[in-house]
């Protein structure tokens, strides 16, 4: 299970830190599979180190799980080819992880990571995001625990798609 590290962080007074749920989402997803978190470029406007064990370790801090899966994540699209692109990158990603679900944050991604074969629950409203409109996500979950109990569910009764 794949999960954006935006989905799990709030910007705090010293900066970005962990929602106070994230550690039971993180717990709870362990109950049906692996949790993937994906680091980004930057978070919440603060770029990340450019080298991946660095950009990783720090994830596992800011996490406080040194064990924590941890992968790059996948730029968000700009536009149709980044949307073609982002989509062979999302394939590579659940290619190398076998993830099958992902929670982000963010509509922009869920057209390029329906079309890899992965399913979408997005945190919050799509809006009018006129891609989301046309690939909507399988669930828009209010907060962090409703994404995770939805895929909990979805798992627990092998449920193609619940409302």
Same mark, same amino acid.
Do not use: I, M, T
């Given at each position: 299970m794949l999960i954006e590290l935006d989905a799990l962080m709030i910007d705090g007074a010293d900066g970005p830190r962990p929602l106070d749920e994230a550690s039971d989402a993180l717990a709870r997803i362990g109950l049906v599979g692996t949790a993937v978190v994906l680091a980004p470029a930057s978070l919440r406007g603060r770029p990340l180190p450019q080298d991946t064990a660095a950009k990783i370790d720090l994830v596992r801090r800011l996490l406080g799980d040194?064990?924590? =899966? +941890?992968?790059?994540?996948?730029?968000?699209?700009?536009?149709?080819? =980044? +949307?073609d692109d982002a989509t062979h990158v999302w394939q590579t990603v659940v290619e190398a992880t076998t993830a099958r679900w992902l929670v982000t944050a963010q509509a922009l991604v869920i057209a390029p990571a329906r079309r890899s074969g992965l399913r979408v629950v997005l945190i919050g409203a799509s809006g009018s995001s006129?891609?989301?409109a046309i690939e909507p996500a399988e669930h828009e979950a209010r907060d962090l625990l409703d994404a995770i109990g939805h895929i909990l569910t979805a798992e627990t009764f092998a449920i193609d798609a619940i409302a």
């Open positions: 040194p064990a924590l =899966d +941890v992968v790059e994540g996948v730029a968000v699209p700009d536009g149709r080819r =980044d +949307v006129p891609q989301a």
